[in-house]
């Protein structure tokens, strides 16, 4: 699982389901993160696009929760 800070105060939680990873600090968009189940994100830091299972979208307080840790 993975988060990616969207607002500041809110993320968007993820399920990887590509080979390629993201690393921490990379910037990653999307035309609408609020949208929920299979999508294709752009990691424009390292210019690939990569598949991914969006699950949820929380505020800072709820991120390790979410994501397992």
């Known amino acids: 699982m993975y988060a990616a800070e969207m607002t500041g105060t809110e993320y ?3 399920e990887l389901i590509d080979s390629e990873t993201p690393e921490l ?3 990653v ?3 609408d993160f609020y949208s929920m ?3 294709t994100f ?3 830091s390292q210019g690939y696009r990569f598949d991914v299972y969006v699950q ?3 505020g800072a307080s709820q991120v390790k929760q979410q994501c397992f840790l």
């Open 12 to 14: 968007v939680i993820f």
């Open 29 to 31: 968009s999307h035309p």
């Open 25 to 27: 600090g990379d910037i």
């Open 37 to 39: 189940g299979s999508e």
């Open 56 to 58: 949820n979208v929380c």
């Open 42 to 44: 752009h990691n424009i």
